[in-house]
Nanobody
Framework: QVQLVESGGGSVQTGDSLRLSCVAS????????MGWFRQAPGKEREFVVGITSGGIRTSYADSVKGRFTISRDNAENTVYLQMNSLKPEDTAVYYCAAGQNGPATNWYRYDYWGQGTQVTVSS
């Protein structure tokens, strides 16, 4: 069992940056691929970025390439999402997720989810 807790969301303006964190409980964090998803009001949950268990491979949605960076610290059981050059269309609840294989882009490939953190970007 893995419990995930996200933090770092907030309200910012276009062009600003935020760093989201996701802390995992349990001793097996390093064996899980991790992903970040987001869901805007009235829209489906969408893949943002994923990273393999060892942090070697990453996968990004086209909409965030060049602006967002995922990283992980297995010693601290934490995965990060650095978000730069934020746009209003990035506004959503951001969720981190843990799965056995990755970096998967489909939400059903992940077994554990955090409660989400709100990111609001105003123009």
């Amino acid at each position: 069992q893995v419990q995930l807790v996200e933090s770092g969301g907030g309200s910012v303006q276009t062009g600003d940056s935020l760093r989201l964190s996701c802390v995992a409980s349990g001793r097996t964090f390093s064996s899980y691929a991790m992903g970040w998803f987001r869901q805007a009001p009235g829209k489906e949950r969408e893949f943002v970025v994923g990273i393999t268990s060892g942090g070697i491979r990453t996968s990004y949605a086209d909409s965030v390439k060049g602006r967002f960076t995922i990283s992980r610290d297995n010693a601290e059981n934490t995965v990060y999402l650095q978000m730069n050059s934020l746009k209003p269309e990035d506004t959503a609840v951001y969720y981190c997720a843990a799965g056995q294989n990755g970096p998967a882009t489909n939400w059903y490939r992940y077994d554990y989810w955090g409660q989400g953190t709100q990111v609001t970007v105003s123009s």
